[in-house]
Each structure stands twice: as structure tokens, then as C-alpha cells.
């Protein structure tokens, strides 16, 4: 049994999901090998995709691999963060210029640093946010890739004894300390009850970097260059690496 730990956006989604690539993934399942979907992205995010984009898939891990789902919603792993960081955590990102935080807690719930900008009843200000009993993931977004290095090193700086902030072009997901989509594989692993030479992963942008740099590992050519550097292998989209890794085995 061989495992693909496949980034959505950039990766599995370069180009679409034709079904071309949804033979190529079904090939590689009916071989008797796993195909997990993990991506920033909370849960109800890839659940929707699944449902949406109709391919093959044995797991779905979200929030940089903090949760982790069967495709029927089952949740198998849950990695939280202490909701007591939540309000001083979005006093700094709203400090250093962010304009609103998505926490991916037990309740839809998006704070802005404006309350002009709530629309919704899940939107809320520092001001009336109810209490956060915990969190998987924190998530924001900056006008350029420039200021968001800068706020995350500055969550880093910060938090970083709690925390792990992620960058992921103007993005940026803040997850538990310990977490990274890297560990998302291996908590995978645990429960497959795998080996780590079982593991593939593919990625395409510096959020995929722990888990590019843990595993035997392939960079899309549409990726960073960064990530690049740091892959085994290149490849042009999953159904290549799927037609490359069957071939070899």
C-alpha cells in the first residue's frame, strides 16, 4: 500500500479534474493504495470539493492536517489549539494589518477589525466575538505575499511557543504548534497503520514545504521554486506522478 498526500489548489486542481485524472486516481486506489486530499482549506471546504469535483478519495485532511475526514464526514483525527489564544491572537494580525480572521472552530465564525464589514450572523468584531472554546486553525489574508511574510514571522515571533503560522502566498494559516501538513501524514500513517515509505506527498507552494521536505516527495512545475528545490521529483500533475509511481512498482 502506497499513500499520495495530494495540496488541492495548484495540485490536484492544476488544470481541473478532468476525467482523465479521475481514471489515473481510481487506478491507483483499485491497486489497493490510498489517495488523501490535504489542504489548508477547512472541513466544510473539502467536503464541499469532494462532493463537488465527484474523484476518488480515502481521506480528506484539512487545516494543514490538524483534522482529518473520511469522505462521508467522519472525523478520525482532531488537533485543537487552546481557544484561550484566539482573541490575543487576532489583536495582533488586526495590529499588523490584517482586515479580518476565519477560525475554524465549533461555529461558523469570521471577525473583522470593522463591524461596517459584518454581513452575516457568523460575522463579528473583537467587540462581541463570543467565546472561543477552541480552534483548529485561524486564517487570514494580506494585500501581497511581501506583508504576508512579515505578519507571519511576526505571529511567529509572538506565538510561537503555541503556534505555528503557515504562509501560503497572500495567505496565512495559523494552526497548533506541532502541526503542519507533514504531521497531518503522519497522524495518516497512525491510522493506516503505514509506513513512512509509504508515504508520496505533492505540493506546489511554501505551505507544503514540511511535508515536501519530510517524504519522498513531488513539486508541480507550475510550483515555487522553493519548493522545487526541495522535492524528490517534479511533475506536471497528478495523473504523471500516478502513471510514473504504477509504472515503477
Known sequence: MKIIGSDYDGTLNHGGIDEVKKAAIEKWRAEGNVFALISGRGPESVMEIYEEKQFGCDYLIANNGAVILKPDGTVVSDVRCDGKLAVPLLKHLFETGCPWGDIQTSF????????????????????????????????????????????????????????????????????????????????????????????????????????????????????????????????PGITELIEKEMSEN
Open 108 to 235: 461558523p465564525c469570521r471577525v473583522f477589525v470593522d463591524g461596517n464589514d459584518c454581513e452575516d450572523e457568523e460575522d463579528y468584531t473583537l467587540g462581541n466575538v463570543p467565546e472561543i472554546p477552541y480552534f483548529n486553525q485561524i486564517s487570514t489574508q494580506l494585500p501581497d505575499f511581501e506583508t504576508a511574510a512579515k505578519v507571519t514571522a511576526s505571529v511567529r515571533d509572538a506565538f510561537g511557543e503555541w503556534l505555528n503560522p503557515l504562509q501560503n502566498g497572500v495567505c496565512i494559516d495559523i494552526v497548533r504548534v506541532d502541526m503542519n501538513k507533514a504531521k497531518g501524514l503522519y497522524l495518516l500513517m497512525n491510522i493506516l497503520g503505514a509506513k513512512y515509505e509509504d508515504i508520496i506527498a505533492v505540493g506546489d507552494n511554501i505551505n507544503d514545504r514540511d511535508m515536501i521536505a519530510e517524504f519522498r516527495s513531488y513539486a508541480m512545475e507550475n510550483g515555487v521554486d522553493e519548493i522545487k528545490a526541495l522535492a524528490t521529483f517534479t511533475t
